[in-house]
């Protein structure tokens, strides 16, 4: 058993995704160990994190208009994040895909990185945040400047890593890309014993995510209305009232927000396959769908590359366009009956949550004795 001292460092506990579910899991494996964090909602520690210690940072003291757009608080974070006092420590484990692997800790602290992703609005999706802000004039420059001094910053903090984990390749190798550094990947834990396969459904297809541009939700709305096909989207986020606009006049399409564990459990289940059509560093949700036995329907992009065996566990479509997906879709339906829910879920259960405990617990064990900590 590993006796050292530990903490956590997240970058926001804001909401609860992907990165927080990972956390979370992490925080079973050491539940004596506090998390620092950049804000927090209340809400959200106390539903998922329990009687862990929330450190906050004193970015927490803002007025809370700003808070609540924390995008504008940008500027402040990487000395945010800097601030912390860490020094209590043997190791610290920041979990990433923006601020929290800045951390700054002395020298005889083994700092580990767990990276979800590079921060991907200051590198490969820098243009395409600029374009979704429909920014202008001075506020344009000012952002681009910004940015700018974000990716400098961001490629000096990985510097201070001693040991990055990727959560997947496509990961590892955009670490590679943007820091020069190697990774080690340990997979994401999914909670694929909450799920309980069957091949039966009703009818309709899923996707599941935070309504965000990137997640490419209008793409997929549009193709299924075009398809005539029965669709739910599960999600809250920027995007929420432009799509519900937008799917007020189609009876085929439903779109119903946030959803507690259970429901969202019982949709994944009554599925017929489940869509997605982002480039994500590893995607949670494919797995979870799998987990309950569902086909995946997906962009032939990012980490489902690694985990979504074609014609076997799902469907690939190479692009984001209309006609691509539409093919991608139509492919599935002529070849649905000869996917094997078994089949389907075994492949979801080499990612399972018992897995991802077994395999970070060594790790850090293993990085703890090699630094002499």
Not at 16 to 24: N, R
Not at 170 to 177: D, N, S, W
Not at 258 to 274: C, D, H, I, M, P
Request: proline share 4%; net charge positive; with cysteine.
């Amino acid at each position: 058993m590993l006796m050292k001292k530990i903490a956590f460092a997240h970058d926001f506990l804001l909401y609860f995704g992907g990165a927080e579910g990972t956390l979370k899991v992490m925080t079973e494996l050491y539940p004596n160990a506090p998390i620092y964090t950049l804000l927090s909602k209340k809400s959200i520690s106390k539903k998922y994190f329990g009687n862990i210690t929330v450190i906050e940072s004193f970015l927490k003291k803002a007025p809370e208009f700003l808070k609540k757009r924390h995008k504008y608080l940008f500027p402040l974070m990487p000395t945010a994040v800097e601030t912390f006092n860490l020094r209590d420590y043997d190791i610290v484990i920041s979990s990433s895909s923006a601020f929290a692997k800045g951390i700054v800790v002395k020298p005889r602290i083994t700092h580990v990185c767990y990276m979800h992703a590079p921060m991907r609005y200051v590198w490969d999706s820098s243009l395409e945040y600029l374009e979704q802000q429909k920014l202008k004039g001075k506020t344009k420059l000012a952002t681009r400047l910004l940015l700018n001094y974000l990716r400098m910053w961001d490629r000096a903090s990985a510097e201070r890593i001693d040991v990055l984990i990727a959560n997947s390749h496509y990961t590892a190798q955009r670490i590679r890309k943007y820091y020069r550094k190697k990774s080690h990947i340990i997979y994401p834990p999914v909670g694929v014993e909450k799920f309980s396969p069957t091949k039966e459904h009703n009818n309709y297809f899923l996707t599941v995510g935070r309504l965000s541009p990137y997640k490419r939700t209008k793409l997929i709305i549009d193709v299924f209305s075009k398809l005539d096909l029965p669709l739910v989207v599960v999600g809250t986020g920027e995007e929420y009232n432009e799509l519900k606009t937008m799917v007020a006049g189609e009876p085929n399409i439903k779109l119903v927000g946030w959803v507690g564990e259970k429901k969202l459990t019982k949709l994944y289940q009554n599925a017929r396959a489940f869509v997605c059509a982002s480039e994500d560093d590893f995607n949670i949700t494919a797995v979870e769908a799998m987990a309950a036995g569902k086909p995946v329907i997906a962009l032939r992009k990012g980490g489902v590359k690694e985990t979504i065996v074609e014609g076997v566990t799902g469907e690939f479509f190479d692009t984001p366009q209309m006609e691509i997906m539409a093919d991608g879709i139509r492919r599935f339906i002529e070849n649905e009956h000869s996917y094997d829910i078994k089949d389907i879920r075994e492949n979801a259960e080499k990612f399972d949550t018992k897995r991802f405990k077994k395999i970070f617990s060594r790790f850090i064990e293993t990085v703890a004795g090699n630094n002499g900590n």
